[in-house]
């Protein structure tokens, strides 16, 4: 009889030591995320699926168009465009009036995303081509075939940024600078949001293979063009806007320096339904 009650005390002791140890090692808790979701403005939809998410959990956030306001994307961090790919998936109904995003909750996919619906007073814009030319005056830019006259090679950094210290990369260009020729960027998933109460910093930094090197920050309005020495900013009908910046290079021809003036024009164009919407 002693013996069973022993072992009875053995085996209840064991269990008042194991069952502490079963719940801080053998039961690791998930961590959550919390997600949130904006529209662009509320007049021009509504969004759903806000909320804490536990880790490995499915996120479905859905977005409707109000007033006829068609969809055009979504933007995560209200930086960065959001394509299907391994990680997101979009269904835009053929109307471009609905959307559903879905991810898995994790580290990565957590904080703000915002649903962005056609809007006339702010445009989200995106880096779609530049050229260099000698005479901002001339006719028509000429196609990227062309084998017009070679001002520079080297490459152009264009970044963009909400604050004068905090900038991020919207486009790296690296190649032959040839006078007139329009090229056309590979679309960034970089996107500045300028309204009419906010404004953005367009920095671009040119290196010409002669280790010339210029740095010019420009801050952009939505609406307003500005012009100084150097730079001009021009807003056009169709709500792109032109950066247009004119410096000095140096060209070597046998033993005869050529100081020559050239202006770089960037185009930024703003999203649109027709150009986004996955149906």
């Keep these: 009889m002693k013996t069973k009650t022993r072992t009875k005390n053995l085996f209840l002791l064991l269990l008042i030591l194991l069952v502490p140890m079963l719940l801080l090692f053998g039961c690791e808790e998930l961590s959550t995320f919390r997600i949130d979701v904006y529209v662009n403005e509320n007049k021009n939809g509504t969004v759903y699926g806000y909320g804490t998410y ?11 168009g109000l007033n006829g306001n068609r969809f055009i994307t979504w933007v995560y961090q ?6 299907n790919n391994s990680t997101y998936t979009i269904a835009t109904s053929e109307d471009g009036l609905n959307s559903t995003l879905t991810f898995i909750a994790s580290d990565a996919t957590a904080d703000r995303y915002t649903a962005v ?11 779609s081509s530049y050229k260099f030319t000698t005479d901002i005056n001339s ?4 196609p990227e075939e062309t084998t017009e006259t070679l001002i520079s090679g080297g490459s152009l950094n264009v970044m963009i940024g909400e604050t004068i210290t905090s900038f991020r990369e919207l486009a790296l260009i690296e190649g032959d600078f ?13 996107v500045m949001n300028l309204s009419y109460t906010s404004s953005y910093y367009i920095r671009f930094s040119l290196t010409q293979g002669s ?3 210029q740095i010019r920050t420009l801050t952009v309005t939505l609406g307003q063009d500005s012009s100084t020495d150097d730079v001009n900013l021009i807003f056009n009908q169709d709500n792109s806007f032109d950066v247009q910046y004119t410096f000095q290079i140096t ?10 003036d050239v202006t770089l024009i960037l185009n930024f164009t703003p999203l649109s339904y027709q ?5």
């Design 275 to 279: 150009e986004t919407t996955i149906v």
């Design 211 to 213: 280790g010339q090197s």
């Design 78 to 83: 209200n930086k960065t465009i959001i394509s």
């Design 251 to 260: 060209t070597q021809e046998g033993e005869e320096e050529i100081v020559q």
């Design 139 to 142: 006719a028509e830019p000429l």
């Design 178 to 190: 040839r006078d007139k020729v329009t090229t056309y960027v590979t679309p960034s998933n970089e």
């Design 117 to 127: 619906f056609e809007d006339d007073s702010q445009q989200y814009y995106t880096l």
């Design 54 to 64: 536990t880790e490995g959990e499915t996120v479905t956030l859905t977005a409707n």
